[in-house]
């Protein structure tokens, strides 16, 4: 059965871009169309689709808040979002991914880019991930609607009342625990692969660092240039610990999370004590640059004596080469997400193959798991 899909845009010339890329595939169809977020909520209380392709900027209710109301009424639908590649579009596209939209797909700069196929698959692949993708991973958890409920009911005329009812409970958020640990034995890397879902995902795990860490942390995270300045910036004010994107040879430090660029590959390199780190241009690896392989490759000749591995939501399989690769000339420990709180378990589902995972955890344990192994000052 073909998926069906919702188009949320203002623009007609943007709808049947989109259109005329789904009628290409056959595993799609388009099921109706909504000219902003007020039509758009309304036709997803009224049915069902397997995804939704949402724009941001509309009049009479944007994306971001069609997503809020969705949220607060607690009506779900997998979105993927239509993005914009300025400053402005990254930080609306990190608010949206936090208010339960599954992955972005940023718009060409004109509609004749729209015929390249490179832009075509990729937005086709990422379709069907978010049609398949667990919406539960993805949701925030909030306060039951109320008086908001009613309020949008008189400004948009929607009656919320007749969705579908949902049969579990919101999932609860997860507490943020002071843990303290006896200080690793050792010097320890950390270093994260993430993926599909991540973002918001990671907002369960930066945060809960603390800055005093035995280790400096990688992070590699699939996003496109500009997208991963304003996720460091994001995490950063969240996060005791400090956060910061990558610049070139940024020094390693103990309480630091290092943030790969977009477009950017990350090698740690170790002519000099602690090491330091590299943005490089390399080809594309596993589809994605920056790609988690080459930083874990990177730390095969490091003065680490260990590893630790953390492999997030995802979809494909980056990480897993690089791990093995590791593994073979050092010591690692790898800690793989759960399928259950997976957006995509992709990523993980491959490492877990392999054999190397030390340990298989929640989402809200990954913090403490790391903490653990790694210890605090």
Same mark, same amino acid.
């Given at each position: 059965?073909?998926?069906?899909?919702?188009?949320?845009?203002?623009?007609?010339l943007?709808?049947?871009?989109?259109?005329?890329?789904?009628?290409?595939?056959?595993?799609?169809?388009?099921?109706?169309?909504a000219?902003?977020?007020?039509?758009?909520?309304?036709?997803?209380?009224?049915g069902k689709?397997?995804?939704?392709v949402?724009?941001v900027?509309?009049?009479?209710?944007?994306g @971001? %808040?069609m997503?809020?109301?969705m949220?607060k009424? &607690?009506?779900r #639908?997998? *979105? $993927?979002?239509?993005?914009?590649?300025?400053?402005e579009?990254?930080r609306?596209?990190?608010?949206?991914?936090e208010?339960?939209?599954i992955?972005?797909?940023?718009?060409?700069?004109?509609?004749a880019?729209?015929?390249?196929?490179?832009?075509?698959?990729r937005?086709?692949?990422?379709?069907?991930?978010?049609?398949n993708?667990?919406?539960?991973?993805?949701?925030?958890t909030?306060?039951?609607?109320?008086?908001?409920?009613?309020?949008?009911e008189?400004?948009?005329d929607?009656?919320?009342?007749?969705?579908?009812?949902?049969?579990?409970?919101?999932?609860?958020?997860?507490?943020?625990?002071?843990v303290?640990?006896?200080?690793g034995?050792?010097?320890?890397?950390?270093?994260?692969?993430?993926?599909?879902?991540?973002?918001?995902? @990671? %907002?369960?795990v930066?945060?809960?660092?603390?800055? &005093?860490?035995? #280790?400096? *942390? $990688?992070?590699?995270?699939h996003?496109?240039?500009?997208f991963?300045?304003?996720?460091?910036?994001?995490?950063?004010?969240?996060?005791?610990i400090?956060?910061e994107?990558?610049?070139?040879?940024?020094?390693?430090?103990?309480?630091?999370?290092?943030?790969?660029?977009?477009?950017?590959?990350?090698?740690?390199?170790?002519?000099?004590?602690?090491?330091?780190?590299?943005?490089t241009?390399e080809?594309t690896?596993?589809?994605?640059?920056?790609?988690?392989?080459?930083?874990?490759?990177?730390?095969?000749?490091?003065?680490y004596?260990?590893?630790?591995?953390?492999?997030?939501t995802?979809?494909?399989a980056?990480?897993?080469?690089?791990?093995?690769?590791l593994?073979k000339?050092?010591?690692?420990?790898?800690?793989?997400?759960?399928e259950?709180?997976?957006?995509?378990?992709?990523?993980p589902?491959?490492?877990v193959?392999?054999? $190397?995972?030390?340990?298989?955890?929640?989402?809200?344990?990954?913090?403490?798991?790391?903490?653990?192994?790694?210890?605090v000052?």
């Amino acid at each position: 059965m073909k998926k069906k899909i919702l188009l949320v845009d203002d623009s007609a010339l943007m709808r049947r871009m989109w259109r005329d890329i789904i009628d290409m595939d056959d595993r799609f169809e388009v099921g109706d169309v909504a000219v902003n977020g007020a039509e758009g909520f309304k036709k997803i209380v009224a049915g069902k689709y397997d995804a939704v392709v949402l724009d941001v900027y509309m009049p009479q209710m944007t994306g @971001l %808040q069609m997503l809020e109301e969705m949220q607060k009424s &607690n009506v779900r #639908a997998n *979105v $993927l979002m239509a993005s914009t590649t300025t400053r402005e579009g990254a930080r609306e596209t990190l608010t949206a991914l936090e208010l339960g939209a599954i992955d972005f797909i940023t718009k060409p700069e004109n509609v004749a880019d729209t015929r390249n196929d490179a832009f075509r698959n990729r937005f086709l692949e990422l379709l069907w991930v978010v049609s398949n993708a667990n919406p539960a991973a993805a949701r925030r958890t909030v306060s039951q609607p109320g008086t908001q409920k009613r309020t949008f009911e008189a400004r948009y005329d929607v009656n919320i009342h007749t969705a579908k009812p949902v049969s579990e409970p919101a999932v609860p958020k997860p507490p943020v625990r002071t843990v303290t640990y006896a200080k690793g034995k050792g010097r320890k890397i950390v270093a994260i692969a993430s993926s599909t879902g991540g973002p918001k995902a @990671l %907002q369960q795990v930066i945060p809960k660092l603390p800055k &005093n860490l035995c #280790a400096p *942390v $990688l992070l590699v995270q699939h996003m496109p240039k500009g997208f991963t300045l304003s996720l460091a910036e994001h995490l950063n004010e969240q996060s005791e610990i400090a956060v910061e994107e990558v610049k070139e040879n940024m020094r390693l430090e103990n309480g630091h999370v290092y943030v790969a660029q977009g477009g950017k590959h990350m090698k740690a390199v170790f002519k000099n004590s602690p090491g330091s780190l590299q943005c490089t241009d390399e080809p594309t690896r596993e589809g994605v640059k920056p790609c988690a392989n080459y930083m874990f490759e990177s730390l095969i000749d490091s003065a680490y004596d260990e590893v630790v591995c953390v492999v997030m939501t995802g979809m494909g399989a980056d990480g897993t080469e690089g791990i093995v690769n590791l593994s073979k000339s050092k010591k690692i420990h790898v800690i793989a997400q759960n399928e259950e709180t997976c957006t995509v378990y992709g990523m993980p589902r491959s490492i877990v193959q392999t054999g $190397l995972v030390n340990s298989i955890v929640p989402l809200e344990e990954l913090a403490e798991q790391i903490i653990k192994e790694v210890g605090v000052q």
